[in-house]
């Protein structure tokens, strides 16, 4: 079979990815890895990556013959790692403590084809504006942030809380669009139409 033919994989259930990927114009399907987002790593940077590959190898051993894309998303403020806020309280708490203030995000990306892994992480800093603890409030009443790390989504109402961000915007909506088209070519995916060299 073709290498342009092979099917490609997104292991993951976000909407927000299944989106960026589908503006890529490369046709896939889902299969949700189901693999657990915990680890005893805390270097954000290394827990990007390798929650990334997690993903993508557990999907990978069950379509072997497929082009599999896995991402994961971490952010970390201080060099400690905010998770998935648990309930209201943890997100309005998450977001009291990235107001006025700069954090990262980190987005690892791995790509497996025919065995063969290639991946990388992407980080962008992101300041809020300050806020008041109405708003604060407000914003975790939404619940928009609840399945989240860090606690909110950039590219609903919590772009609302952002004063400004230094680097790849898609990074914060979780697929940072520059690293993921460079691993697909890589793989030999056509991504609007061209693939690697």
């Given at each position: 079979m073709?290498?342009e033919?092979?099917?490609?994989?997104?292991?993951?259930?976000?909407?927000?990815?299944?989106?960026?990927?589908?503006?890529?114009?490369?046709?896939?399907?889902?299969?949700?890895s189901?693999?657990?987002?915990?680890?005893?790593?805390?270097?954000?940077?290394?827990?990007a990556g390798?929650?990334?590959?997690?993903?993508?190898?557990?999907?990978a051993?069950?379509?072997?013959d497929?082009?599999?894309?896995?991402?994961?998303?971490?952010v970390?403020?201080?060099?400690?790692?905010?998770?998935?806020?648990?309930?209201?309280?943890?997100?309005?708490?998450?977001?009291?403590?990235?107001?006025g203030?700069?954090?990262?995000?980190?987005?690892?990306?791995?790509?497996i084809?025919?065995?063969?892994?290639?991946?990388?992480?992407?980080?962008?800093?992101v300041?809020?504006?300050?806020?008041?603890?109405?708003?604060m409030?407000?914003?975790?009443?939404?619940?928009?942030?609840?399945?989240?790390?860090?606690?909110?989504g950039?590219q609903?109402?919590?772009?609302?809380?952002?004063?400004r961000?230094?680097?790849?915007?898609?990074?914060?909506?979780?697929f940072?669009?520059?690293?993921?088209?460079?691993?697909?070519?890589?793989?030999?995916?056509?991504?609007?139409?061209?693939?690697?060299?």
């Open positions: 073709a290498t033919a092979r099917e490609v994989i997104l292991a993951s259930g976000s909407p927000r990815r299944r989106e960026l990927l589908t503006n890529l114009a490369v046709p896939f399907r889902v299969v949700v189901g693999e657990a987002e915990d680890s005893p790593e805390r270097d954000p940077v290394r827990l390798e929650l990334a590959t997690l993903k993508a190898q557990a999907v051993r069950a379509h072997p497929a082009v599999v894309i896995a991402a994961d998303t971490v970390a403020i201080d060099g400690e790692l905010l998770g998935k806020p648990q309930d209201e309280a943890e997100n309005c708490a998450f977001v009291r403590r990235l107001a203030r700069t954090h990262q995000v980190y987005t690892g990306v791995t790509v084809s025919a065995g063969e892994a290639a991946g990388g992480v992407e980080r962008t800093d300041t809020f504006r300050d806020l008041s603890d109405t708003e409030a407000h914003y975790a009443h939404t619940g928009e942030g609840l399945d989240k790390a860090g606690g909110y950039i609903g109402v919590g772009m609302a809380l952002v004063a961000i230094e680097g790849d915007y898609s990074n914060v909506v979780g940072p669009l520059a690293l993921v088209i460079r691993l697909l070519r890589g793989a030999g995916v056509a991504v609007w139409g061209e693939t690697g060299l």
